[in-house]
């Protein structure tokens, strides 16, 4: 870890951080807001809640900097917390949808001409298949291909051991392909 101490800012503004410097939580935050909340949002899809989760992410890094060990890198960090944090906000969505019940009011736009023109690109028919994939498949696939994670770091991140990360992967790859192919993709998933 001594060799990604030195090479990686991430962890100097964490020192900084934990010394109380508040222009070391604004680089951080510059650093990694959008790469976060592009994250999040792929989980929850919904904007202004994943801008509400991206401020409480970084707001218990601010509270919660001397605690950071140095373990990982600080995204892997950063994106657990985001990650623990969008599923207790959908588990909380789904109990509350389904106590009120608006599980039959919920409209589904999932055929509107907007998203017919989305599913015209390849790289738009991807996004709306992984959105299809439970959400542990859409966070291995997110993670590993759009944030370009390691299965160690994706393991970290989420908590689990890096041999449920290999079987997600390898299952959410799986199911990707089946969904493209059904949606008229040749090729599938790559």
């Given amino acids: 870890m001594a060799d990604n101490r030195s090479t ?11 010394a109380g410097d ?6 951080l935050y510059a650093r990694h807001h959008q790469r976060l909340y592009r994250f999040i949002m792929r ?13 409480d992410v970084f707001l218990d890094c601010w509270r919660q900097a001397g605690k950071f060990e140095g373990r990982s890198k600080v995204s892997t ?5 985001g990650y623990n944090k969008s599923i207790s906000y959908l588990r909380k969505k789904r109990e509350h949808q389904m ?8 409209v589904d ?16 028919k991807i996004k709306v298949a992984i959105s299809q994939l439970s959400a542990d498949h859409a966070a291995v696939i997110d993670l590993a291909y759009y944030h370009e994670m390691s299965v160690n770091e994706i ?15 390898f299952h959410a790859r799986k199911n990707l392909h089946e969904i493209l192919v059904e949606t008229g993709v040749d090729r599938g998933w790559p």
Avoid at 8 to 18: I, Q, S, V
Avoid at 43 to 55: G, L
């Fill in 155 to 169: 393991a970290e991140t989420l908590d689990v051991p890096a041999n449920t990360v290999k079987t997600r992967l």
């Fill in 77 to 81: 960090w950063l994106t657990s917390i």
């Fill in 99 to 106: 106590g009120d019940g608006q599980a039959e009011a919920m």
């Fill in 22 to 27: 508040q222009s070391a939580m604004q680089a």
């Fill in 109 to 124: 736009d999932a055929d509107s001409q907007e998203d017919h023109v989305m599913k015209d690109d390849k790289g738009d």
């Fill in 43 to 55: 989980q929850i899809r919904d904007e202004m809640m994943a801008e509400d989760i991206v401020n």
């Fill in 8 to 18: 990686d800012p991430d962890f100097e503004l964490m020192d900084r951080l934990k």
